[in-house]
């Protein structure tokens, strides 16, 4: 094998895309965002390059995001992501055409499946593998699937929240929600708007969430400094921002995922449901970094919650280790090709 590389694990998130190849591990972890030319509907740049220009970009350049709520939006843009972050981290030469196994959500149709599949071989695909991200998330997180065990695993990335109960290498009761990372955002920047006239962009509001943000409230709250754009003089101007008022304005996304965990939990068989008392339900994905979430579900659900370890980096991890396991793990990844 020495130089060439045959196998890569890619996880397509809304936010983000990571690139795994075992043995090196992550090779790339940039956003899933792609620069277009709308004169001649030519692509400009891929990943950090186009992220810069987001809300930077002259009239004729749209900066967006092919995946929305984690399924292919836009087909053509998607093809060209895939390819460039195929080609970066395998490097120009390598000739031979790797094994790709990509990620998808939970809730993914079989239309969106397909478009996955084929957007992957026309990138430059030997064989595509499709995994549901909930099952790459606990094999990234160390779960041992295959045990006759229930897990409960809530993977919330940037489009969508991934809820579900795996045992015997399998899904046995799961749910999707279209509300994850950019929704909290999205609700960040709404209250900034209602309480202080403040116009500001995504990139600030992720800011606010991940340097203050928590999902209950604190007593030391924490204070940031925020800049944006007067509503009514137009002008710059800053503001103050604390703790517990950002908690309490993403408080009802936090309700939808909260609401999502109690219906798989009331799903889920009897003899599992022991076992998730027993193990607690593990968090991944980087929307489950937000201060004091763990708790947050333990509050509402009465189960108590983990954060798994590289919670952003589980999926990817996940699908390295599936990868490298293929015999192990065929059957539950190649249930339906």
Known sequence: MGLFVTKIGIDLGTANTLVYIPGKGIVLNEPSVVAVNQQDNRIMAVGVEAKQMIGRTPDNIIAYRPMKDGV??????????????????LGRWNILKPDVMVSVPAGVSSTERRAVIEATIKAGAKNVYVVK????????????IYEAHGHMVVD????????????LGGIVASTSVKCAGNKIDHAIADHIKKTFNLAIGDRTAEEIKVRIGSAVPIEDELL????????????????????????KAIDRELREIIRAIKEVLQETPPELAADIIDQGIIMTGGSSQLRNFPELVERRT?????????ALYCVVKGTGIALEHLDTYKKSILAKK
């Open 72 to 89: 292919i939006a836009d087909y053509r843009v998607t093809e060209a992501m895939i390819r460039y972050y195929m080609s970066k981290a």
């Open 133 to 144: 991200e909930p099952i790459l998330a606990a094999i990234g997180a160390g779960i041992p």
């Open 156 to 167: 919330i990335g940037g489009g969508t929240t991934d809820v579900a109960v795996i045992s």
């Open 224 to 247: 940031l400094t925020i800049k944006g754009r007067d509503y009514i003089t137009g002008l710059p101007r800053t503001a103050q921002v604390t703790t517990n008022e950002i908690v």
């Open 302 to 310: 009465g189960v108590k919650a983990v954060l798994a370890e590289d």
